[in-house]
């Protein structure tokens, strides 16, 4: 079995596991998901999560 060491977290974790089962040639599919309306409280999702995405996604591509 062929396997290959995530490094990332938080948002970015998804997306490079995602991108590394189908460099090593496993299937990758879809499972829909229904989110709710925020009930209360604000999303994490700021400015310093987009710029840490972004910085995932370019070590990502740096390392595959």
Same mark, same amino acid.
Request: overall charge positive; glycine content about 12%; hydrophobic content about 50%.
């Given at each position: ?8 977290? &938080?948002? =970015?974790?998804?997306?490079? =596991?995602? #991108?590394?089962? *189908?460099?090593?040639? /496993?299937? #990758?599919?879809? =499972? ?7 009930? /209360?409280?604000?999303? *994490?999702?700021? &400015?310093?999560?987009?710029?840490? /995405? ?11």
């Amino acid at each position: 079995m062929r396997c290959a060491q995530v490094g990332s977290w &938080g948002y =970015v974790f998804q997306m490079e =596991v995602a #991108v590394r089962a *189908k460099a090593l040639g /496993y299937s #990758v599919a879809e =499972v829909p998901i229904v989110f709710v309306d925020r009930v /209360y409280g604000e999303s *994490k999702l700021g &400015g310093s999560e987009i710029f840490q /995405y972004l910085g995932g996604l370019l070590r990502l591509l740096l390392t595959l």
